[in-house]
């Protein structure tokens, strides 16, 4: 390590606190520093706006304020407001104008303040910026990055319109790749791919990471979009997770390795498209998988990944595939209710447990 | 680009903006044609009685402005200088068309010509006319991007946060609005208290102009005056064309929510037939160099027939090209 543990954070709910040292993805050696995630993704940014003068970021209240979260802070005073640019309240033509701004040449980066917003924008997403591409055979693309963040977390209170996790609304559409990153390496590295992609990139920020930190290359990198994320290899049980998951499935790891299971880790940091092939050998040498997703359980992206696993190690596999997903409900206000709307690490150790003993949890 | 005072002086414009009409009337019809006999699949919108509208907005653009066209394109495109060739054979879902098949009569975009796509989800193209705009302004450069909409397409969000938007940061747009009187069957009037379209234009700012669809002159008129404003970086204009939508909805449409009289009533303005009267009583042009241009015109759609015929429908092993870039 070339900076000292420090920011700690607490996972809430049942989770025990976890230094950022869990997920260790910059080398010894390698100049780095201590970013949070969302100084990571501002760091990508301003690298991006530096370097190509086509890249410009518009959304609500981006400017001066720096977004609702403060992601754009000081962008504003570096680049003007031509470049960091406020707009109205219209999310559909903010994603609209960025689609006609990317087919003329520019890069927008743009921003809906919460994802739960994106239906009003969902024309310009889904049935637009997606498959303009196509339907001209190729005539022309679209290289926006579109920013929201997601999530929600137990004691937040943010309630129904505020919480959601939607990364399957924008996976399920062909011409869409859709980011999810865990940790703030990835974020950095995954933003440059996103605004450097030829595509229109929906990249979903995780809200309860944004305060999160980790180490930081001080040298410049971009990660390949498509790709799963190893983060930690084990050789009894793969958890397949993203976002903020993935670091239940960390903390699920360290509380079941002195029990001698080794638990292999891997995170989709891009949902789609979905990095098949490396899902699939995990579930060939571990035999056992276990999905683990935030967002809803009903026809959500656990789901997708089970079945992959399904697809690509069926003889390999020694137990029933296990899902743990978010409650299927709308994300309620009251703590009472509002603890379990989503996965915590003790569902992933039980899931885990589940697979070893080889059958269903419950049963 | 002659001034509009001018253009009656400019053989070269007029006839330019005849032959595109025409163009468009016989594609239309040869359109219409190949779907009644079955040889088109999917829908057909035709443009047939609103050729005075696009040619006389595109014929004030430059090959370098842009537009962004609709479910009722094929017009737009050959005012704009698409090649009918390649129109028709994306018609018939040809490799040869220009989006090599995949995306059909709604979807036809010529980005050679100055095009960013034509969307079929009503005013879809509006933001995107917005955002080229924005492109423009950021780089300094002169060009002016123009969405087309119908009457309907006045009703939706995407027009109004355009046009907010667009005034707003006072970008190169046109906003052409083609007042056909109907949004599928029903009439804007029963949708909308607001009947002259333009008024609409105040609230946001920005001026609004209405013309007599019918007439090429007066269309080409406003849209040199709106487009030579949002070049000298005057801002946008809402540019209502009052039109008529002569065919159904969709060819073979049954058309039970209008009389044939009205229809009957509009098809005698005839927007072709009225730029060819004053061609011949104020333009020194002959009724035979303009019968010429039409047997001339329709050798062009032979052609193109003949060239989308001769076309292949897309390998199934490029099911996939496309999707990503």
Known sequence: ?363 | MAAARDVMADRAVLLEMYRRMVRIRQFELAATNLFKRGQLKGTVHTYVGMEASGVGVCMALRRDDLIAGTHRSHGHNIAKGADVKRMMAELLGKETGYCKGRGGSMHIAAFETGSLGALAVVASGIPLAVGAALAFQMRGEDRVAVPFTGDAGSNTGNWHEGLNMAATWNLPVVFVLENNQYGVSTRIDDVTKVHDLSLRAAGYGIPGVRVDGFDVLAVYEAAVAAVARARAGEGPTLLVTESYRIDGHYAGEPEVYRDKAEVAEYRAKDPITRFRSRLESDGDFTAAELDLIDVEIGAQIEDALAFARAGSEPDPSTALDYIYA
Request: hydrophobic share 45%.
């Open chain 1, 1 to 363: 390590m070339t900076a000292p543990l420090r920011d700690a954070v607490s996972l809430g709910g049942n989770a025990p606190v976890m230094s950022p040292d869990t997920i260790r993805q910059v080398p010894d050696g390698v100049p780095a520093r201590m970013l949070s995630y969302q100084e990571a993704i501002r760091e990508a940014l301003r690298e991006e706006m530096r370097r190509d003068p086509a890249v410009f970021l518009m959304g609500e209240d981006i400017a001066k304020h720096g977004g609702a979260f403060g992601v754009t802070r000081t962008l504003f005073d570096e680049f003007g407001a031509e470049r960091v640019r406020n707009t109205p309240i219209s999310e559909n033509t903010i994603v609209g104008a960025a689609t006609g701004a990317a087919l003329v040449g520019m890069r927008p980066v743009a921003e809906i303040m919460f994802v739960d917003f994106s239906g009003l924008a969902m024309d310009q997403i889904a049935t637009q910026a997606a498959k303009i591409r196509f339907m001209t055979g190729g005539q022309c693309s679209v290289p926006w990055v579109l920013r929201m963040p997601q999530g929600g977390g137990a004691g937040k209170s943010t309630a129904a319109q505020h919480s959601q996790s939607l990364e399957v609304w924008f996976a399920h559409i062909p011409g869409l790749k859709v980011v999810l990153p865990s940790t703030p390496y990835d974020a950095k590295g995954l933003m440059k791919a996103a605004i450097r992609d030829d595509n229109p990139v929906v990249f979903l920020e995780q809200k309860l990471l944004y305060s999160f930190k980790g180490l930081v290359p001080e040298a410049e990198y971009v990660l390949p979009l498509s790709r799963c994320g190893v983060k930690r290899y084990g050789t009894d049980v793969t958890v397949v997770a993203s976002g903020y998951m993935v670091w239940h499935a960390m903390l699920a790891a360290e509380i079941l390795a002195p029990e001698g299971i080794s638990v292999e880790v891997v995170d989709v940091c891009t949902v789609a498209p979905l990095d098949e092939e490396t899902i699939g050998a995990s579930a060939r040498k571990t035999g056992r998988v276990v999905a683990v997703a935030e967002a809803c359980r009903q026809y959500g992206p656990a789901n997708e990944w089970a079945m992959v696993a399904m697809e690509r190690a069926w003889n390999e596999l020694k137990a029933p595939v296990v899902r743990v997903a978010g409650r299927n409900s709308p994300v309620p206000f009251a703590n009472s209710i509002e603890n379990g709307a989503w996965p915590g690490t003790d569902d992933v150790v039980g899931a885990i447990r589940s697979a070893m003993a080889g059958r269903r949890p419950g049963a």
